[in-house]
């Protein structure tokens, strides 16, 4: 059942050293208030799951934070390079990057297989790729040929994903921690339901959850923890809440470009808000 | 027109970006569905759906079906595309059920590097994959949209660079090593049905399935074409010339770009 907590003891609860982690959201809902909560608590050694490393996974990066990473499709949208995914993938800082590396069907099907609880999934694709014959982070391919038992048909098998902890930020969650969110829901619900433990950031705790066109609710009993962050996503956006801050996606190219700036950046907007309104959040019962 | 600076149309001024907006923009029929990325295919197919093809079904792997910006997003999932989608899906469904299903007509891609055969990097730039040169984004969705579109439009600008006689990785396939061989992988849709570059046009040839270059824009030479290509590049005998943005189509696109905010 779903705890009520404030950002730090939710993420200091739920994400260990070591750990696989699955900070979901595509472009819209990204928890970023989430992975500045880890850069501030300095986990090491994790091996960061996510379909779009965007900025949020170059912060963790460079912060260094991971060893691997496990993805699809690793650029800053519309802008351009990850420079510090690219400067650990091409120069080993702060530290060597481990990669597994798929396309998004692949990735959205693997956590389709993780939350159905099957240790694969099958789909149309990768065939003639390089991606098919690329070790997986155990050295073993993650992608397989599998023949159709009805067709004969090549299909392409891919491993199943189940992280040690699923992050999402949605727009409401209820007393009882019944979590809603909508807009682009992305991979998010999978991703959760594939995970062992799941926290899940909020703009608001509100009464009661109200129907909305178009969205997912999940249950309190499938999340551990949840916090209030109102603002939690930015520089993406919450639907109904706030607009995506293309600008800073725009700035982020100037401020992570070099290493010394990146750790201005890191020193100014990460670890210098530790103990803020912003950083701790609330746990609800200001709301 | 030179190949990074501006010409002149009836129409007004005109970029480089702006010839090859138009000419993929021209590349889709209306009612078509088509899938887009950010960038330049977004910006065409925005353009056509403001010009000759107002029913073109504009589908973002965000998992927006049928949206209707207003302006040009940034990302593939700004705001805008969800609040005007006819309907918004997973990103599982939206690779299952959609794109692999063989749903939607029309893929729109970029690359990194670009082979003869029209096969795609964007995965690493160097001989190992390991400890490569350049580091790319890597896939997102091209392979399967390269694989079950019915066809697929690649956008990129021309140079030694980026058209190699091989690629260094292959993220997405064109016509693999030739003829015979998508039918081979069992992949469903037709593959690459024209490349639009800063130059000009190129199709595959239908024996070969080997890019050949079919049509130039206003004041490109055959010899410009072949000295920023990487491979021994065919041209066809009857190359069409391809027309300068039209006065509506600048119109158009200078309205997109003055209602995207920011801009």
Known sequence: MAEIVSLTDAVAAAIRDGDAVAMEGFTHLIPFAAGHEVIRQRRRDLTLIRMTPDVIYDQLIGAGCASKLIFSWGGNPGVGSLHRFRDAVENRWPGPLKLEEHSHAGMANRYVAGASGVPFAVLRGYRGTGLEGLPGLDGQPSVRPITCPFTGETLTAVAALNPDVAVIHAQHADRAGNVQLWGITGVQKEAVLSARRAVVTVEEIVPELRPQPGAIVLPGWTIDYIARVPGGAHPSYALGYSQRDNDFYVAWDAISRERASFRRWLETDVFALAGTARAKSEDGSGS | ?263
């Open chain 2, 1 to 263: 027109m030179s190949a990074s600076g501006t010409a002149v149309t009836e129409g007004g001024t005109f970029t480089s970006d702006q010839m090859m907006t138009a000419c993929a923009a021209r590349t889709l029929r209306d009612g078509m569905t088509c899938f887009v990325g950010i960038g330049l295919p977004s910006a065409a197919a925005n353009l056509a759906r403001a010009t000759h093809a107002p029913n073109l079904v504009l589908i973002y792997e965000s998992g927006t079906i049928g949206a209707k910006p207003g302006w040009l997003p940034l990302s593939i999932g700004d705001g805008v595309l969800a609040e005007t989608a006819d309907a918004v899906v997973s990103v599982p469904e939206i690779f299952n059920y959609w794109l692999q299903s063989g749903r939607i007509d029309v893929g729109f891609l970029g690359a990194g590097q670009l082979d003869r055969f029209g096969n795609i990097n964007t995965t690493v730039i160097g001989a190992q994959y390991a400890d490569p040169k350049v580091r790319l984004p890597g896939a997102g969705g091209a392979p399967e949209i390269a694989a079950s579109c019915q066809e697929v439009i690649i956008v990129l600008r021309q140079t030694r660079r980026s058209f190699v006689e091989r690629v260094d990785f292959i993220t997405s396939v064109g016509y693999g090593d030739g003829p015979g061989h998508r039918e081979r992988l069992g992949l469903t849709g037709a593959g690459p049905r024209k490349v639009i570059t800063d130059l000009g046009m190129l199709e595959p040839d239908p024996v070969t399935r080997e890019l050949t270059m079919t049509g130039l824009y206003p004041g490109v030479t055959t010899d410009e074409v072949r000295s920023r290509t990487g491979w021994d590049l065919a041209v066809s005998a009857d190359l069409q010339a391809l027309a300068a943005p039209t006065g509506p189509e600048l119109a158009a696109l200078h309205a997109l770009q003055a209602m995207t905010p920011g801009s």
